[in-house]
């Protein structure tokens, strides 16, 4: 759908539906999918243009981006 | 179809990734070019907004019309301070199961006022959105010409940087 309608800047994360920024409950996760599409707000440099974030559900090792120091 | 045939779909579609995205390609691609404002303001000092599509509204709100075959598009008004337990979901077009039971996965309201007290956004805005994906026909013309605008001039009158747009 994102190829079809897509906005200025477009994160694509293989979540199922209804579940795109994580698992219920994980709160680090859903923080690590957060972080990753503000920080491609300003990374994007061309209308429409989609970055594909590497998580796999469960299999992925999240890191907190509020641990870290900005 | 009966919202009850709507529910049973989409708890399949959600369940089988290949049916969604045979789904989108009999969809009508967007008109014209890809809207572009170059991202000038550093996060840091930014007002960050949310618009999702997930059908979440406030639970004193009126729910979204499910009753429509073309969809509701119409949208609600979403205080920044509401506790997650004052939000509720009305789409019968996906499976919100887990976003009955944590918002955050389709609305990441509170992940956004954690961000923002530990200063890695300005602030959280002081209004989000929330409306209903799964929009066709007149409500899709409605959404385009009437409630996309209307939400656009909210967030602006609000003085907001960015916007996180989320599908269900």
């Known amino acids: ?70 | 179809m009966s919202r009850r045939w709507n529910q049973l779909l989409s708890w399949i579609y959600t369940r089988v990734p290949a049916l969604p995205r045979r789904y989108a390609v009999g969809m009508d691609a967007l008109a014209g070019a890809v809207p572009w404002t170059p991202a000038a303001v550093p996060l840091e000092q930014a007002s960050v907004a949310l618009v999702t599509l997930a059908g979440v509204h406030l639970r004193g709100q009126p729910a979204f019309d499910m009753t429509r075959s073309e969809g509701d598009a119409s949208f609600r008004v979403i205080p920044a301070a509401v506790p997650a337990g004052d939000l509720t979901i009305t789409h019968d077009y996906y499976d919100h199961a887990a976003a009955d039971r944590d918002p955050n996965v389709v609305f990441p309201l509170a992940r956004l006022h954690e961000f923002a007290a530990a200063r890695r956004i300005g602030r959280v805005a002081p209004r989000h959105v929330g409306a209903m994906g799964h929009v066709l026909g007149a409500e899709e013309r409605r959404l385009v010409g009437e409630s996309a605008p209307a939400i656009a001039r909210l967030l602006k009158a609000d003085g907001v940087d960015y916007v996180v747009l989320s599908p269900g």
């Open chain 1, 1 to 70: 759908m994102l190829l079809k309608a897509p906005a200025p800047r477009n994160v694509l994360v293989r979540f199922r539906l209804g579940e795109i920024f994580g698992e219920a409950g994980h709160a680090l996760q859903q923080r690590a999918i957060l972080a990753d599409a503000l920080a491609a707000l300003l990374a994007i440099r061309q209308a429409g243009a989609i970055v594909e974030l590497p998580y796999r559900w469960k299999r992925s090792v999240y890191v907190d981006p509020l641990a870290r120091p900005s």
